[in-house]
Structure formats: structure tokens, C-alpha cells
């Protein structure tokens, strides 16, 4: 009997995802909560999600109302079984991903996927293995693949003239950042030749999409926020675009990878403004 069900286990397909968001919060002693939000592929009744770390804490899957879901952990994967929930919470706590030299910590990150690092309060950035996408307050949003933010934890004291020291500022860091993202978006208006004066008409639009690598459905869901003011809901854009759900929430994380649009977070439904 056992044999038989772990057959069944084993030709089961386990189902794709598209994951809706990533974060990681850190604490003062090195624990990191992991949160991720995946949207299940359709009609699908499990779905296999990799655990980023070896060892965890506390872990919890629920859906959107917060109903708790069933799961099992098996060999680094998160085996959940979605009962037709449309997006699924999953949550748990690790030791794994920090480490510490001295006063500095170091976050070590691998995924497919862009996340967001929730720092301490009080952290000091002092190494970036990337150009951020994104830095709000303590939060840091970081593409996709091997990445690693150092930091320590003290008190912001106002320092003496001519001191020297090896961190980084946050504001300073912020400054780079501006800098290198106001250069990118130098060289990206002069190869794609578009307009050098305020928001591009609907043909200089056009113009740019022609030469970037996009499908017609991407196309024309850009298109269609650019008529809407830059900004839509994804319900609204979806609809326009005849999508289903889940096709349409992929080519939206496609579009924010490749840094064309950002997918904003509201209280009843998620909204999508452009970028460039």
C-alpha cells in the first residue's frame, strides 16, 4: 500500500507557478522571514515550490482570506495543495541565509525571481552585489540570481569632518543609485531614439515597442496602458487584452523583469504603471 502511494506521488505532475512576490525581512540576529506569493497555474491541485534554505522554521500556507492549506516538506520542497485558490501565502522562518564577519552581516540570496530585503531598522548598506531595481527606507529591491547585500547594525551618529570610514551611508548609496539609474535611462532613450522632450507621443510609443523583443500581447498591453495615462489595473489591462488570469499575470513579471513596467500593490487588486 505504501508502495502504491508513493507511485501515485511520484506520477502526479506537479504544476507551474508564477510567483506574485518574494520577500525577505531580516532580523537583528541574523533570522530572515521568507514570504513568497505564487499564483498556481489553472486547474491545477498542487504545486511544488523550492525552499530557499536548508533548515526552517514555522512554516505556514494559507490563501488569500488566510486559510490555512495543506502541505508537506520533502528533500528542500514545499509541496502545497492549493484547493483552487487563485494565490497562495507561503511563509517560514531561517538562520540560513546570513552570515556574519565582524560587525558586518552578509544576506545571501539565490532565485529566479526579483525579491525585496526588509533590513533592520537602523541597517547601513555597505556592499551590493547589483544595481538595485528599487530602494525604499530599510526595503531594497534586487533582480534575479546570486545576489548578496552586506550591512551593519549601529546607531547613526553624526560624524566630524575629515573622518574616514569603510560603510556607506544609506542616503550616499541612494545617490549612486539615482546616478547609475539616470544614466541607464540616458542610454536606453538615445538607443531606442525616442522623443527628448516630456511624455512621448502615441506614434514615438509605438516607435520603442517595435524595438524592443516583445510579443503582440505584450505589445498590446502596453499599448493600452500607455492610452490609459501610464497606469491601469491588471484586471482592466487583462480584460482588454482577452487574457486568462494566469497568462496574464506572467506576461505582467515578464514586463517587470525586463524593467518595463512595475506591478503596484492596492488594497482590492494590483495596478501596472509604466516605466520607461
Not at 149 to 174: H, M, Q
Amino acid at each position: 500500500m505504501a508502495l502504491v502511494a508513493f507511485m501515485i506521488i511520484l506520477l502526479h505532475p506537479v504544476s507551474a507557478y508564477t510567483t506574485s512576490s518574494l520577500t525577505f525581512t531580516v532580523y537583528g540576529d541574523g533570522y530572515v522571514e521568507v514570504a513568497q506569493e505564487v499564483l498556481p497555474g489553472e486547474y491545477e491541485d498542487q504545486i511544488q515550490l523550492p525552499l530557499l534554505a536548508e533548515h526552517v522554521e514555522n512554516v505556514i500556507v494559507e490563501d488569500t482570506d488566510g486559510n490555512p492549506l495543506n502541505f508537506q516538506l520533502n528533500e528542500g520542497k514545499l509541496l502545497v495543495y492549493t484547493n483552487d485558490a487563485d494565490l497562495i501565502r507561503a511563509s517560514y522562518y531561517t538562520p540560513d541565509l546570513t552570515s556574519k564577519e565582524g560587525i558586518v552581516w552578509t544576506l545571501s540570496v539565490s532565485t529566479n525571481d526579483p525579491f525585496t530585503v526588509v533590513l533592520p531598522e537602523g541597517a547601513i548598506v555597505v556592499d551590493l552585489s547589483d544595481i538595485p531595481l528599487e530602494i525604499a527606507g530599510d526595503s531594497i529591491t534586487m533582480p534575479p540570481g546570486n545576489q548578496s547585500i552586506s550591512y551593519t547594525i549601529e546607531a547613526r551618529t553624526t560624524t566630524s569632518t575629515g573622518s574616514t570610514g569603510s560603510t556607506w551611508p544609506y542616503s550616499f548609496l541612494a545617490l549612486g543609485i539615482l546616478i547609475a539609474a539616470g544614466a541607464a535611462y540616458l542610454g536606453f532613450k538615445k538607443k531606442s531614439g525616442g522623443s527628448s522632450g516630456g511624455t512621448p507621443t502615441r506614434e514615438e510609443f509605438e516607435a520603442k515597442l517595435a524595438n524592443l523583443d516583445l510579443n503582440d500581447e505584450e505589445k498590446r498591453a502596453l499599448l493600452y496602458i500607455f492610452d490609459k495615462g501610464g497606469k491601469a489595473s491588471q484586471a482592466e489591462v487583462r480584460e482588454a487584452i482577452g487574457l486568462p488570469k494566469t497568462t496574464a499575470w506572467r506576461m505582467f513579471k515578464r514586463l517587470e523583469r525586463k524593467g518595463l513596467v512595475k506591478i503596484l500593490k492596492g488594497k482590492k487588486e494590483n495596478w501596472v504603471e509604466l516605466r520607461f
